[in-house]
């Protein structure tokens, strides 16, 4: 069992990581892919990647990103820290890289990069202008990512979110994918969730899909579909912790720990398993390799 997608750095996970982690080793878990999403969290996930390392040896793969929706919230909240939207842009790139070189030998993957269409446009106050340049900033940022990852030969977690209906996200992620190395550029799609027609571009680029408790939603039955048509030999499984917890989760108001932690992939694999119509054993095995594939032991 991995967990191809979590983000320790962010409560509760971050105080729980101790129990969180022993229950997911407990339960087969062998790996996770620790993520991080900008200048607030790059230093503290690097910190407990190898907290967790010193107590599970070689459980957390440390992944280094800047997540696309950072721009436009920090917009939304004001948080720009004085500076104008390219400047704040600048600033976290800067960053980035610093702690990006600082621990080079560290670093299994960039993630979470990619585009998200849907954050630029929930936030109903933002200019035609305002989005428009969200929209340059994210897709330089992400550009920025895929030439490291190329440059370093690193794969990518790529998060990639369109508004209902349209699949101009996903086509441009794969665009820049394409441009900057087809071929040589690998990685996974995480919670891919948006139209099932650009399933087979994705697989085509030779990216995996990584699910998560999605796929054991009432409303999942979009994710449910991409699961079926994705051959096994590329899935991959996560949580995206501490978001997302399962379905029995959020249904069993006496459980305690309400927020998604690694020890969940056992349920999002079962469900799986039946989505698949793969023994749970076989399922677990060939995902677990996929994953020491793309990301390394
Ligand atoms: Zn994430």
């Known amino acids: 069992m991995h967990d191809s997608h979590i983000h320790m750095a962010l409560s509760p996970l971050k105080e729980n990581y101790k129990s969180d982690i022993q229950d ?3 339960q087969n878990g062998k790996k996770i892919l620790v993520q991080s999403t900008d200048i607030l969290d790059f230093t503290q996930t690097v910190e407990i990647v190898e907290s967790i390392n010193t107590i599970f040896p070689k459980v957390a793969d440390l992944a280094l990103g800047i997540h696309p929706t950072v721009f436009a919230e920090s917009l939304e909240r004001n948080s720009l820290e004085g500076l104008d939207l390219f400047k704040y842009a600048q600033k976290q790139t800067s960053v980035f890289k610093d702690i990006f070189k600082k621990n080079i030998s560290k670093v299994k993957a960039i993630g979470e990069t990619g585009l998200d269409y849907y954050d630029i446009n929930i936030y109903s106050k933002f200019s035609k202008q305002e989005k428009e340049d969200l929209l340059e900033i994210q897709k330089n940022s992400f550009r920025m990512q895929v030439k490291l990852a190329k440059r370093h030969n690193l794969p990518l977690s790529i998060h990639s979110r369109d508004i209902v209906g349209s699949t101009q996200c996903t086509k441009d992620t794969l ?3 394409a441009q900057e190395g087809k071929g040589t550029i690998r990685g996974a799609f995480h919670s891919y969730t948006g139209e099932i027609e650009m399933v087979e571009e994705i ?3 030779g990216f995996y899909i990584g699910f998560n408790a999605i796929i054991t939603y009432p409303s999942g039955e979009n994710v449910r579909e991409i699961l079926k048509i994705t051959p096994v030999e590329r899935i991959l499984f996560e949580t995206d ?3 997302l917890p399962t379905q029995k989760i959020r249904k069993d108001k006496k459980e305690e720990k309400r927020y998604g932690r690694p020890v969940l992939v056992r349920e ?3 469900y799986a398993s039946d989505v698949k119509g793969i023994p749970i054993d076989k ?3 060939i995902t677990d390799q996929n994953y020491i594939n793309l990301f390394g032991e």
């Open 241 to 243: 912790g501490p978001f």
């Open 203 to 205: 697989l085509d680029l």
């Open 268 to 270: 999002i694999m079962e």
């Open 24 to 26: 997911f080793v407990d």
């Open 175 to 177: 665009e820049i994918l």
């Open 283 to 285: 399922l677990e095995e």
